[in-house]
């Protein structure tokens, strides 16, 4: 089975600090690769996804995420959070012939103005 | 362009009972997908419907069903209710074909409390 892991937890950082969000995954065959976000009181939404190419995939909000296959992860950065960027984050893989969706724990971003 | 709605909210129920949610897929999309947050979990993959059959299921005892309507709207029902299944359930629509094949678009969610 597959299953994801987001080790960093909680995250605190200082407005215009630099971002760097881990996810590692478990799965031998090829994924599809998705970054959600979850804002205070919002439902989730996609802020990026990987499918097949560039392994370095720009998503909306200045969020960007790159494959890397040899260590299976698919970390999300961004060079410069804003207040606004607090929220929970959650990385996903989907087996590229599958249907079934990995979630990982989420990590939980704050961000000090 | 509508996007995913579901309904209850919330909603309170005791040990023993049952429950039926719902789901409204965003438009122009043909399979509805069900998943299980715990608090401070991510989302647990329960199932997917396409085409009003189910279409993969994870980890979750036969007590979790669901239906899909020919709208493509869905129904979570969960029976014989337990306090671990207190969460919040939530729903995924997506499209099997195109550009946005399984790209998920999720609703609200529905807080479940079992007391």
């Known amino acids: 089975a597959q299953s994801v892991s987001q080790h960093n937890h909680h995250v605190i950082l200082s407005e215009a600090a630099s971002l760097e969000l881990g996810c590692n995954y478990s799965?031998?065959?090829?994924?599809?690769l998705f970054w959600y976000v979850q804002y205070p009181g919002q439902h989730l939404q996609l802020l990026l996804k990987y499918f097949s190419g560039d392994p370095l995939v720009k998503g909306i909000k200045g969020f960007e995420a790159e494959f890397i296959k040899s260590k299976f992860s698919f970390n999300l950065r961004k060079p410069s959070v804003q207040w606004s960027d607090t929220a929970e984050y959650f990385c996903?893989?989907?087996?590229?012939?599958?249907?079934?969706?990995?979630f990982g724990t989420g990590t939980s971003l704050t961000v000090i103005p | 362009e509508t996007g995913v709605t579901q309904s209850p909210t919330h909603l309170i129920k005791t040990r023993g009972q049952q429950v039926t949610l719902r789901c409204s897929s965003q438009s122009g999309h043909n399979t509805v997908s069900w998943y299980q947050q715990a608090l401070g979990q991510g989302p647990q993959f329960i199932f997917q419907?396409?085409?009003?059959?189910?279409?993969g299921r994870g980890n979750f005892p036969p007590r979790f069903s669901g239906l899909q309507f020919p709208n493509y709207s869905s129904e979570l029902n969960v029976n014989a209710l337990e306090l671990d299944d207190s969460a919040l359930y939530l729903c995924?629509?997506?499209?099997?074909?195109?550009?946005?094949?399984?790209?998920?678009?999720f609703g609200p969610g529905t807080r479940l409390t079992v007391l």
């Open positions: 995924a629509s997506s499209s099997m074909y195109g550009s946005s094949y399984n790209e998920q678009f």
């Open positions: 996903a893989v989907n087996a590229n012939t599958g249907n079934q969706f990995y």
């Open positions: 419907y396409y085409r009003e059959e189910e279409n």
């Open positions: 799965y031998g065959g090829t994924v599809n």
